[in-house]
């Protein structure tokens, strides 16, 4: 096995800019516009093109306390709930309160969210709140038309520039250990092309999530955990990577599938389609008030549990009921794939199976977006501003992304204004001296999947996360064991993903072996019960001397 140490090659060119954001979804491109509406210049770069990252795929729709009756209080309460004791309530409250009107400046933005002949916003209902307050467009291709309306805005303004199919490869950091730019790589043609740095007054992770660690997964393929493993190697404390969400609903494509599965959004269940078993039993009823409605944590283990009980390899989601007419109008983007693979849910039920799909942790943030280094703040999924708690609240990721990009921009137009964002003086050669780390092969990605799927997915033990510490331990030993090799490291953008994939998973099991009960989308086979006495803290995760992930509890 052939490996190279993670350090560039000496960057061929150089660029400067004020705020330099990665990644291009619903979080980083509201960084970008708001910071420019404060003065300040902006970069963004995304390792695919614009609108390739998650927020795109997003189904369902933005959670917000929008509709008659509904208040910021009630959706706190569903967020808490949801959240199995582990969700920092003001950060909540900051996202119910402040989450309205982040919406209502989307629209004006330009994002066209599904309305009702009088006008007003059509609101639905997902799984884990109690009343309508999912805003959606297209029916069902909220994310679509987010991303659509943010990259007309971004591409419009002259302020900022964009480079794309650009893989960040680690933070500059200044004397004082304050971040100070990027190191990437473009695979492109043009000015910006190679090895290349960034110089900036600060940096913005907003890179999407890690959903690539598993085999399956409703992510696209670009979310390989990278801005997480940035996060860690520049020293950076991340939490609650433990709580990865599985979608209860996803299209069952057979048992060999792999990579992005097509997900049914929970907004089906949402308008009152049931969850059955092969003859037609709703076994959700009678588990929980909300039934199908349920949070989605509990929602993926009864699933997993009717699975185990009838030796099948899937449930069902059954919404002949809606009739056509509302398949094609409401949901005609899930109509269109469920037929693309030879199911028509108008009359059959739709095969479905929990699947990766969102890390409820992530880069720790305060409520301003700021990390532990200074000048590097993160926000959407990668980020972990402790909103989610051990269980994310359907439709409040797009409403986090919004609103905590909102603040990080506020916090560095105040920064600008009060002279404390001063320009930084950064040595590139001196900066890539860091620790090299070592670089997996491409061919590494399958077998990490491979390992977290069986041992550290919806079912975990002692003994199947020992597994997977085990063969994770070793592929990054058959590594180091060849780090010695002083050549240019491989600058194909499968070889860079495949070492973030590996600090990540070891990072998750990491955490997840530690924390020894069973709390929202965290399930151990071997201590089934939530255990408030102990574990009611969050697990921080940092790097060691040594290049290894240790996670240390959180003092009560």
């Known amino acids: 096995m052939s490996?190279?140490?993670?350090?560039?090659?000496?960057?061929?060119?150089?660029?400067?800019?004020?705020?330099?954001?990665?990644?291009?979804?619903?979080?980083?491109?509201?960084?970008?516009?708001?910071?420019?509406?404060?003065?300040?210049?902006?970069?963004?770069?995304?390792?695919?093109?614009?609108?390739?990252?998650?927020?795109?795929?997003?189904?369902?729709?933005?959670?917000?306390?929008?509709?008659?009756?509904?208040?910021?209080?009630?959706?706190?309460?569903?967020?808490?709930?949801?959240?199995?004791?582990?969700?920092?309530?003001?950060?909540?409250?900051t996202l119910v309160t402040e989450g309205p009107d982040a919406v209502r400046r989307l629209i004006a933005t330009g994002a066209l969210f599904d309305r009702g002949e009088d006008g007003e916003v059509l609101l639905t209902r997902e799984g884990g709140h109690h009343r309508r307050r999912i805003v959606h467009a297209g029916g069902d291709a909220t994310?679509?038309?987010?991303?659509?309306?943010?990259?007309?805005?971004?591409?419009?303004?002259?302020?900022?520039?964009?480079?794309?199919?650009?893989?960040?490869?680690?933070?500059?950091?200044?004397?004082?250990?304050?971040?100070?730019?990027?190191?990437l790589h473009v695979m492109g043609e043009g000015q910006r092309d190679g090895v290349g740095a960034v110089r900036a007054r600060a940096v913005v992770l907003a890179t999407g999530g890690m959903g690539q660690v598993f085999s399956a997964t409703t992510n696209p393929a670009v979310s390989t955990g990278d801005g997480v493993a940035l996060a860690l190697r520049a020293g950076a404390a991340v939490t609650d990577l433990e709580f990865v969400q599985?979608?209860?609903?996803?299209?069952?494509?057979?048992?060999?599938?792999?990579?992005?599965?097509?997900?049914?959004?929970?907004?089906?269940?949402?308008?009152?389609?049931?969850l059955v078993d092969a003859d037609g039993v709703r076994f959700m009823v009678g588990q929980h008030e909300l039934a199908e409605l349920a949070p989605r944590d509990i929602v993926a283990k009864a699933i997993t549990r009717r699975m185990q009980e009838q030796g099948a390899e899937h449930m069902f989601l059954d919404g002949r009921h809606f009739g056509a007419e509302m398949w094609e109008h409401r949901f005609p983007t899930i109509l269109a794939f469920c037929r693309a693979n030879g199911i028509d849910p108008v009359t059959e039920p739709i095969p479905i199976a929990p699947a990766a799909h969102f890390a409820s942790g992530g880069v720790r943030t305060d409520r301003h977006g700021r990390t532990s280094v200074p000048g590097l703040y993160a926000c959407g999924e990668v980020a972990c501003t402790g909103v989610h708690g051990a269980n994310r609240l359907a439709s409040n990721s797009l409403l986090e992304g919004l609103v905590f990009a909102e603040r990080i921009a506020a916090d560095l137009a105040g920064l600008d204004a009060a002279g404390d964002l001063p320009e930084r003086a950064v040595d590139v050669a001196a900066a890539r001296a860091a620790q090299p780390v070592p670089l997996p092969p491409s061919e590494a990605r399958a077998e990490i999947q491979r390992l977290m799927s069986r041992g550290a997915g919806i079912l975990r033990s002692a003994a199947s996360m020992a597994d997977t510490a085990a063969g994770l331990a070793l592929l990054a030993e058959q590594a180091r064991s060849h780090v010695a090799e002083e050549k240019p490291a491989d600058p194909r953008v499968e070889t860079w993903e495949a070492a973030n994939l590996l600090l990540v998973a070891t990072a998750l099991v990491t955490a997840a072996a530690q924390r020894e009960e069973t709390r929202g989308?965290?399930?151990?086979?071997?201590?089934?019960?939530?255990?408030?006495?102990?574990?009611?803290?969050?697990?921080?995760?940092?790097?060691?001397?040594?290049?290894?992930?240790?996670?240390?509890?959180?003092?009560?």
């Not at 991303?147 to 950091?173: C, F, Q």
């Not at 209860?248 to 308008?271: D, H, N």
């Open 143 to 183: 994310g679509a038309e987010i991303s659509r309306a943010l990259v007309a805005a971004v591409r419009t303004d002259p302020g900022i520039e964009l480079i794309e199919h650009a893989l960040v490869l680690d933070l500059l950091t200044d004397a004082a250990g304050h971040a100070a730019g990027l190191t």
């Open 246 to 274: 599985f979608h209860p609903t996803v299209l069952w494509l057979g048992p060999e599938a792999e990579g992005q599965q097509p997900l049914v959004s929970e907004a089906v269940r949402g308008e009152g389609a049931h």
């Open 3 to 93: 490996t190279h140490r993670l350090t560039a090659p000496a960057p061929g060119w150089t660029a400067a800019t004020d705020v330099v954001v990665v990644g291009s979804g619903v979080a980083g491109l509201t960084v970008a516009l708001n910071v420019r509406k404060a003065g300040l210049r902006a970069m963004v770069v995304t390792k695919a093109v614009l609108d390739e990252g998650s927020t795109r795929w997003a189904q369902g729709g933005v959670a917000a306390a929008l509709g008659e009756g509904d208040t910021p209080e009630q959706h706190l309460d569903d967020t808490l709930v949801a959240g199995a004791g582990v969700c920092d309530e003001e950060a909540v409250r």
């Open 521 to 556: 989308c965290h399930w151990r086979e071997d201590f089934p019960e939530r255990d408030d006495a102990h574990w009611r803290r969050h697990l921080i995760t940092t790097l060691a001397a040594t290049g290894g992930p240790v996670s240390t509890p959180e003092e009560q």
